[in-house]
DNA sequence: TTGTATGCGTTATCAC
DNA sequence: GTGATAACGCATACAA
């Protein structure tokens, strides 16, 4: 056999005699030999996988990214490594790690500061961000929040609260602090004060449980709760099960996300709906891109209010499936 | 500044003067310095990843095998790469590859087929196979399937129930197999004549819809519809609404996992509960052993029947949060 | 069309 | 203690 002949057979290079080319490969067959992709990194080549950097694959909204992404990982032949952070102080390490092994990155919101951003961007990794703002010359694919927000909480004071909560962190991400800015904005547009802070808490049902019973602990009473997500809202609805509170009567409800399960709940959860699965698949598109030397620029995917009965709305589809 | 001593400051080896070393120290600190792991994988070194290969990545099984994993993944200060196939044709490809850039990898169900594992195996990756039988000397972690689903079918079958259906494909995953196989067990132990194919889906609320749909159509109606997942069944209770069904009196239902959503649900589920999160802690002690030279065994953790209201019965538990 | 030589960034085995 | 040097497995420019 030969040697370096072999590079170009697996290259597919059309300068290898067509006898020569079976006779690698049939050598290859029967040796059981692969290529080592690792070497091949090494030497400079794509690799064909990029990889997904999230704070935890818990929930719906990271299942739909990754799918949205992975549909178009799968168009473009490519392979796709998720790496959860889940908030590790090593985990800048791990994230180098990855870029290392891969031809590109998507970084969701807080799990790699702007300062590491650059740095990598820098040292030439293809970078999207996502569910953030860009950094510099590196872009960024997020869904608007800020407008949606203060039209949900305007709504809201449109039916008369003035005493509104706001279940959720802003400071967990960059879309819950742009939740949070509208609520306060709508409060300042009815000429309202909003109330002094948010009722922090992590992101599941249990989570928002616990956070109702402390809001509906507060004097007065709030008459409405803004969760930052659906799933935060489904725990408001057991707690208002378990005090034997009306909803909306007594207490109004939003959410945010427009889980499947939202529009079945009693009453139907008004929430906000944003293009989860686009988010990942436009995600997908700029880093592809960025990869082939193309220029993209960033991207805002709009968000819109989902009015379901939860707020005090009675609107006609409440009691029936809305895509039977 | 000088060459390979470079090498020897990375190790932490001992002989090398303080001097020096913090010399070689600041010099990377002065030019943005990082070792390439890619290269270091190249020379044979252990990278500290590993690499998870799972179908998909949606819903709360795969979320909660992959969070008990990198809990464990933490402790061991590692990095996991997850890669989902969705069944490409190509994903042998991927998985090659990614066992090339990894110590380990978990496989999930049939995610790869038994001659690849057997040949990555002879090949040197240390592999845990995950819900799915062991293959060779390559150990598996998975939970008890078929007499659970005995159990809960003969307990269906205890209340009078003489037509059941089973909703969900046994040719989707080996632990539905078990499930279909204890399912028809049940029926061959009371002398029952089992229906002669399931009712084959999907993994969605959408799938278990239209499964059920399709089941009650049937001639004689089935009285009770065992569900391969709780999810499916929550698409059963969806159509039973919509039919206007009382259940469990017009209809028994079963599911499996129990879905924290599952005991909410009017009337609660009856399930099975399996550890899905500690199924992904042990893979992960299984692999860690592996890499560390340790042996280890195959493992097989019980599940067990949650019986609530759906199946006909009426526990206690049953209108009450059963951890408030 | 094919073989030769060099580089990619480490680790490890020798010398010094 | 530290500096050369040979792998590791590939790609590639250049020579034949």
Redesign the interface.
């Known amino acids: 056999v030969s040697i370096a002949t072999v590079s170009r057979v697996l290259s597919e290079n059309p300068s290898v005699r067509a006898e020569t080319r079976d006779r690698v490969l049939a050598a290859a067959e029967e040796l ?1 030999w ?1 290529p ?4 091949r ?2 030497a400079g080549e794509p ?3 990029v ?1 997904l950097v999230f704070p ?4 719906h909204y ?2 739909q990214v ?2 949205g992404f ?1 549909e178009r990982a ?1 168009a473009a ?1 490519g ?6 952070t ?1 908030g ?1 102080a ?1 985990s800048g390490e ?1 994230v ?3 870029a ?2 891969t031809d590109g990155l998507v970084i969701m919101d807080r799990t790699v500061d702007d300062a590491l951003v650059e ?1 990598l961007s820098e040292r030439g990794t293809r970078i999207v961000l996502f569910a953030r703002p860009p950094v510099g010359p590196v872009p960024s694919v997020r869904a608007e929040n800020r407008r949606a927000s203060e039209e949900l909480a305007s709504h809201l004071i449109g039916h008369g609260h003035r005493r509104l909560a706001f279940v959720g962190d802003p400071d967990a991400a960059p879309d819950l602090a742009e939740r949070w800015a509208g609520f306060r904005a709508a409060h300042a547009a009815a000429g309202l004060a909003p109330p002094e802070s948010p009722q922090r808490c992590g992101f599941t ?1 249990d989570d928002g449980y616990r956070a109702a019973s402390q809001v509906l602990d507060r004097e007065p009473r709030p008459t409405a709760v803004v969760c930052a997500t659906d799933e935060l809202a489904l725990g408001v609805y ?1 707690l208002a099960g ?1 005090r034997g509170l009306q909803l909306p009567a007594d207490l109004a409800v939003t959410g945010w996300d427009d889980l ?2 939202s529009r ?1 709940l009693n009453p139907p959860l008004t929430t906000v709906h944003q293009p989860i699965k686009r988010l990942g698949e436009r995600a997908a598109d700029l880093l592809y891109g960025l990869i082939d030397g193309q220029p993209v620029g960033s991207e805002v995917l709009p968000s819109a209010l989902v009015i379901r009965g939860s707020c005090g709305c009675r609107p006609a589809d409440q009691r029936t ?1 809305e895509n ?1």
Not at 79 to 84: E, F, G, I
């Open positions: 059981g692969r080592s992709s690792l070497a990194s090494l690799s064909g996988v990889g935890e694959l818990i929930g990271a299942a990754v799918l992975e799968i032949d392979s796709v490594y998720v790496l959860a889940h590790r090593r791990l180098r790690d990855l290392a092994r740095e049902q057991w378990d499947a399960a079945a499936r039977a």
